[in-house]
């Protein structure tokens, strides 16, 4: 399955050195219409239409992501994930820069402080791809920078004397793109701070760039446990044997993984999709953690599904595959409101003396409450 005109044009095998080396694809991103042109198969329009809205939002494809898209399918769900479309140029009067509103959240830059036990530190507007779907394209589109020492303190500085924050989760960008030795910085400041529980990693490494996850990153890592990892697969076919590589060597070094997915008009909004990548993620031990209703970014409106087309997924999953296979459908509602769970509903009525519900078939059941709980 793999497009092996990657290969042709990089000139190295898919067991090669190069391949297996993280910095080389990382040079070697496919940035320009052009390059691209000479891994899948573009017309003239598609690559002028390309370079058009390359003009809005930048393009960066690793050579192993490439190497997933299928060079003859525009409809391909990998390649809609990478390869810019001139949808991304229209722009709706509901979509916004900054559509989570994280700029207003910020206490100090690099820190968005919206849930009262928990912190965002985006550490990098570098990433591995730039995700088509990306919702914070306004920071990872621009250029890459890496968060200054500088910086750095003043958001270490802001976590610490905050006491009410237990959780840190770094986010970018994304912070696997950082050398092992940078990070390490980052990370030890945060575990040194006492209030501090739990450290978190949200990354696309292992599904777009999975040599990164190396011995020596992982060696790392474990040295500041308890540390969580959120990853963000939204296909059934980016679990490679690569990537479940990736993932295995992160959940063998102790670090539980979650998986962070978006529905995607064409790419996953149906049943069996998600079914098949949701049973892959949990194989390759990875716990489905959301599912997000896609963000009003600009130029959203042909990635973006109804609410209803959620519901149902959700609906038709629930009862019928393991329970900690079915993520939480979530809209992050628009100006900063935060996630908001979107449940099917199984409670038909409720009253002091009886719940009824519906099960997954679709049968009613009476719950009789306690009557003699007061509070
Ligand atoms: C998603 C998010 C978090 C983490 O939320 P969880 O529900 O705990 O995963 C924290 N801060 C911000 C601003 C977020 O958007
Ligand atoms: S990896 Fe995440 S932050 Fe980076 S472009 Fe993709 S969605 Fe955006």
Same mark, same amino acid.
């Given at each position: 399955?793999?497009?092996?005109?990657?290969?042709?044009?990089?000139?190295?095998?898919?067991?090669?050195?190069?391949?297996?080396?993280?910095?080389?694809?990382?040079?070697?991103?496919?940035?320009?219409?052009?390059?691209?042109?000479?891994?899948?198969?573009?017309?003239?329009?598609?690559?002028?239409?390309?370079?058009?809205?390359?003009?809005?939002? +930048?393009?960066?494809?690793?050579?192993?992501?490439?190497?997933?898209?299928?060079?003859?399918?525009? %409809?391909?769900?990998?390649?809609?994930?990478?390869?810019?479309?001139?949808?991304?140029?229209?722009?709706?009067?509901?979509?916004?820069?900054?559509?989570?509103?994280?700029?207003?959240?910020?206490?100090?830059?690099?820190?968005?402080?919206?849930?009262?036990?928990?912190?965002?530190?985006?550490?990098?507007?570098?990433?591995?791809?730039?995700?088509?779907?990306?919702?914070?394209?306004?920071?990872?589109?621009?250029?890459?920078?890496?968060?200054?020492?500088?910086?750095? =303190?003043?958001?270490?500085?802001?976590?610490?004397?905050?006491?009410?924050?237990?959780?840190?989760?770094?986010?970018?960008?994304?912070?696997?793109?950082?050398?092992?030795?940078?990070?390490? =910085?980052?990370?030890?400041?945060?575990?040194?701070?006492?209030?501090?529980?739990?450290? +978190?990693?949200?990354?696309?490494?292992?599904?777009?760039?999975?040599?990164?996850?190396?011995?020596?990153?992982?060696?790392?890592?474990?040295?500041?446990?308890?540390?969580?990892?959120?990853?963000?697969?939204?296909?059934?076919?980016? %679990?490679?044997?690569?990537?479940?590589?990736?993932?295995?060597?992160?959940?063998?070094?102790?670090?539980?993984?979650?998986?962070?997915?978006?529905?995607? +008009?064409?790419?996953?909004?149906?049943?069996?999709?998600?079914?098949?990548?949701?049973?892959?993620?949990?194989?390759?031990?990875?716990?489905?953690?959301?599912?997000?209703?896609?963000? %009003?970014?600009?130029?959203?409106?042909?990635?973006?599904?109804?609410?209803?087309?959620?519901?149902?997924?959700?609906?038709?999953?629930?009862?019928?595959?393991?329970?900690?296979?079915?993520? +939480?459908?979530?809209?992050?509602?628009?100006?900063?409101?935060?996630?908001?769970?979107?449940?099917?509903?199984?409670?038909?009525?409720?009253?002091?003396?009886?719940?009824?519900?519906?099960?997954?078939?679709?049968?009613?059941?009476?719950?009789?409450?306690?009557?003699?709980?007061?509070?």
């Amino acid at each position: 399955m793999a497009n092996d005109r990657v290969f042709e044009y990089f000139k190295v095998g898919p067991d090669s050195r190069e391949w297996a080396d993280w910095k080389w694809q990382f040079r070697n991103r496919i940035t320009t219409a052009e390059a691209l042109s000479k891994v899948i198969s573009l017309n003239e329009k598609e690559q002028e239409e390309i370079t058009v809205s390359l003009r809005r939002f +930048r393009m960066a494809i690793t050579p192993y992501y490439a190497s997933l898209m299928d060079p003859c399918d525009p %409809l391909c769900p990998i390649r809609r994930q990478a390869v810019p479309s001139i949808n991304e140029t229209f722009v709706q009067p509901w979509e916004a820069r900054d559509p989570l509103n994280e700029e207003n959240d910020s206490p100090v830059e690099h820190i968005v402080h919206r849930y009262p036990d928990r912190v965002l530190f985006l550490v990098t507007s570098q990433c591995a791809m730039h995700c088509r779907h990306c919702v914070r394209k306004r920071y990872v589109g621009e250029k890459d920078s890496v968060i200054t020492k500088a910086a750095m =303190e003043k958001a270490v500085d802001y976590i610490a004397r905050t006491p009410q924050v237990r959780d840190v989760l770094i986010s970018g960008g994304d912070p696997l793109t950082m050398d092992d030795t940078r990070l390490e =910085e980052i990370i030890s400041r945060i575990r040194a701070i006492d209030h501090v529980e739990i450290i +978190r990693i949200g990354t696309r490494v292992p599904v777009t760039l999975p040599a990164r996850v190396t011995g020596e990153l992982l060696a790392m890592l474990r040295k500041y446990h308890p540390l969580w990892m959120n990853v963000h697969f939204n296909h059934p076919r980016e %679990l490679t044997p690569a990537s479940r590589r990736a993932c295995a060597d992160i959940a063998d070094s102790g670090i539980p993984l979650g998986n962070q997915s978006v529905l995607l +008009r064409g790419i996953n909004d149906n049943t069996e999709t998600m079914r098949e990548l949701l049973l892959k993620l949990v194989q390759a031990r990875v716990r489905p953690y959301y599912l997000y209703q896609c963000d %009003l970014y600009e130029g959203s409106e042909h990635f973006r599904t109804n609410v209803e087309k959620g519901i149902e997924i959700i609906r038709n999953l629930t009862g019928n595959i393991s329970g900690f296979a079915i993520p +939480r459908f979530v809209i992050d509602a628009p100006n900063g409101g935060g996630k908001v769970p979107i449940n099917p509903d199984y409670l038909v009525s409720l009253d002091s003396e009886k719940a009824v519900i519906r099960n997954y078939e679709g049968c009613l059941y009476n719950y009789p409450q306690p009557r003699d709980y007061l509070i």
